[in-house]
């Protein structure tokens, strides 16, 4: 039962852990709409080539910053892309160094730009077993790529097939859930409690598999992991109300030109950087749990990753906010998550 009407809501500055930015043009249109509210984001490497030495995620890294406005306080921190042929070198080099603050697995062809990722787990023991040593976060996209398992089971199975044998082979191991769709996941993490934290992304804590599919298709509700069941949304929307540290915010924003969503191979990902904030707002709003929002979107990230509590600070206040149908530049197109809607809080920098 709610008690009170909450109208504003004031936290630490936030930190996005988990965004695609894309190259070029692209990542000029997209970084701002991060950088203005976010402290810090961690960037995926997923780019084409992939980001797999020190001198790419350096370079990257400089791009991203050239997009920042001036005005915005903002520290992109890069992962590394892991491959059959990652040098445990080059990861303990790229992380001493202060380049790396983590590995990104994806199992070979499992998503976008994921054909250079890791064939066969065991292929990368000798880079676990690095990692495990400096205590540098292995990020995981966890579903099994098995085109004979169902695509709504893959995260499911990848528990039992690769997490846990990471898990039990590697157990100190510090290791990222990322964009967690399941309560076979849920549980996971409370079951474990040592070493294993999930981020969580406003698109499944706001929708669900009958909302991409029923009546139409909606392409841009299309990501991976997919969309599951209501009983999978529920699972998700009790662990962000649950005071323990393990779930935190990661958007997975992934802009696709709106030509390579709304096609008849549509991309996977969601462009959800404009809205993020709103979103998740909505969701703790209608779970009651205003007052678990803080820790998750500023506070229980940067603990895990040993990183300092942001300065500053963002108020949201409760205002109905029209989401326009595009972003445009330049011939780019992005539709925004939630476009053509109104969302109920209005984010300022204070
Ligand atoms: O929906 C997704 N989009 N999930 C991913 O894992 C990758 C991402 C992308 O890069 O497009
Ligand atoms: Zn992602």
Wanted: glycine share 4%; proline share 5%; charged share 20%.
């Amino acid at each position: 039962m709610k008690t009170k009407i909450i109208t504003t809501i004031k936290i630490r500055r936030p930190d996005d852990l988990h965004v695609h930015f894309r190259d070029n043009d692209i990542l000029k249109l997209v970084v701002p709409y991060t950088s203005r509210f976010f402290g810090r984001a961690i960037v995926m490497p997923n780019i084409e080539p992939p980001v797999i030495n020190i001198n790419q995620a350096i370079s990257y890294q400089k791009k991203i910053c050239n997009a920042v406005p001036v005005e915005h306080k903002f520290m992109p921190l890069m992962t590394c892309y892991l491959t059959d042929n990652t040098n445990p070198k080059v990861v303990e080099e790229g992380f001493n160094c202060g380049v790396f603050i983590a590995c990104k697995l994806y199992l070979a062809n499992g998503t976008t730009n994921s054909k250079y990722g890791v064939s066969k787990i065991s292929n990368i023991y000798t880079v676990f077993e690095k990692m495990e040593k400096l205590g540098i976060p292995l990020l995981v996209h966890g579903e099994v790529t098995n085109s004979k398992i169902d695509i709504f089971d893959r995260e499911a199975y990848f528990i039992d097939l690769v997490m846990n044998p990471i898990r039990k082979k590697f157990p100190n191991l510090k290791i990222v859930f990322e964009h967690i769709s399941t309560k076979e996941a849920v549980q996971y993490i409370l079951s474990c409690k040592e070493n294993l934290v999930a981020t969580i992304t406003p698109h499944h804590l706001l929708f669900n598999r009958n909302n991409m599919l029923s009546g139409s298709i909606k392409p841009h509700l299309y990501c991976s992991p997919i969309l599951k069941s209501d009983i999978h949304q529920k699972a998700l929307r009790e662990a962000i109300t649950m005071d323990c540290q393990l779930f935190f915010l990661g958007t997975d924003t992934a802009p696709h030109v709106q030509n390579n969503k709304e096609s008849s191979r549509g991309c996977a990902g969601i462009f959800n950087a404009p809205t993020a904030l709103a979103a998740y707002a909505t969701v703790f709003d209608e779970m009651n749990a205003i007052e678990n929002f803080e820790a998750f979107c500023s506070l229980n990230g940067a603990k895990f990753y040993g990183l300092p509590i942001n300065e500053g600070f963002i108020e949201l206040k409760r205002k109905k906010v029209f989401i326009n149908e595009k972003i445009s530049h330049n011939k780019i197109n992005l539709i925004p998550f939630l476009a053509n809607e109104f969302v109920d809080w209005e984010v300022n920098v204070v």
